[in-house]
């Protein structure tokens, strides 16, 4: 009886995603002008548009793989097409709709409880994904902010005028992370729960996959941008990652607004506003919505293959 009502809660939770994925879908239409993308479309060269979308599958590869790393960490045996499938629509959904718990961590459970994954690994999958995701950031963002620091416009009200001094934190956090994988060997108890650290060959392939997720990620609004445009890749880089962070910490789905917001303001001085909308326009369907649109269909596509194997069974 348990694992009867078990099912249907997941069964159930599994429809309710697909919902919110396909509520997503819509909301992000609204936002856009169809005229606005279509002229958007028109004046981006077509090699710009393949390196984009490229660049975006080798992103989302390397956001899925976090889901195997975890699988190695806490030595749980689970087929790799497995996380990646899982993998790749957790991220997708989370990038888009924002609020991970309600969207990544519910995805993670619907599907890996349905291939007998505990509850409490589940959790630690969901911890080190989310470690990972910081890790990446924190390592190239350190690196930039300390070796090519921005200059932060007076505009946003911080109460720093450099990033060098967050450049310098993120670093040591990293390298607090690395450290303790070496030196670390029991579990860490945190508030009555324990955490314990990755072996270092695991923490070097999580910090490397994150970072070239957050390259890959950059490099695909870098691509969109006006081929007039004189900003290096290095110097949009810490611009990107600045806006990002910004957007991540607000919680809005996908940083809507508040990343825009930031590298137009931070862009102005070089690019045309009106030309960086425009790629800004294109980033977010080639980015967010197209990878959504995939997860949706791809989850759409599981759950019912999963109700027509109850019902034949």
């Avoid at 505009?155 to 001094?165: A, I, M, T, Y």
């Avoid at 607000?250 to 790629?279: K, R, W, Y």
Wanted: with cysteine; proline share 5%; charged share 10%.
């Amino acid at each position: 009886m348990g694992k009867k009502l078990l099912h249907h809660f997941s069964s159930l939770l599994g429809f309710f995603l697909l919902g919110l994925s396909l509520w997503a879908i819509a909301h992000e239409l609204r936002e856009y002008n169809y005229r606005d993308v279509f002229i958007s479309l028109a004046t981006l060269p077509r090699s710009s548009l393949l390196w984009a979308l490229g660049l975006t599958l080798l992103s989302y590869l390397g956001l899925a793989t976090y889901d195997s790393l975890a699988f190695r960490y806490i030595g749980h045996p689970l087929a790799l097409s497995k996380s990646i499938f899982t993998g790749f629509i957790s991220a997708a959904a989370t990038n888009t709709v924002g609020f991970a718990f309600l969207t990544g961590s519910a995805i993670r459970y619907r599907l890996y409880s349905a291939w007998g994954v505990s509850a409490l690994a589940i959790a630690q999958i969901i911890l080190f994904e989310n470690i990972s995701f910081w890790l990446g950031l924190c390592a190239v963002s350190g690196v930039m902010f300390l070796f090519n620091p921005l200059e932060i416009p007076t505009q946003l009200h911080l109460p720093f005028v450099s990033v060098r001094p967050i450049g310098v934190i993120f670093l040591l956090l990293v390298a607090a992370y690395l450290v303790g994988s070496i030196i670390t060997k029991k579990p860490l108890n945190i508030h009555g729960q324990e955490f314990r650290f990755p072996s270092l060959p695991i923490a070097l392939a999580q910090l490397a996959f994150s970072c070239l997720d957050w390259i890959s990620t950059t490099a695909v609004l870098y691509v969109l941008l006006p081929p007039n445009t004189s900003i290096p890749y290095t110097g949009f880089l810490g611009l990107y990652l600045l806006a990002m962070a910004a957007g991540v910490v607000s919680n809005v789905p996908g940083g809507l607004g508040v990343f825009e917001s930031i590298i137009l303001l931070l862009l102005s001085s070089q690019v045309p506003a009106t030309s960086v909308l425009g790629s800004l326009l294109v980033y977010r369907g080639v980015y967010y919505l197209l990878p959504l649109i995939l997860a949706t269909g791809l989850l759409g596509l599981y759950e019912v293959r999963s109700r027509w194997k109850v019902r034949s069974s």
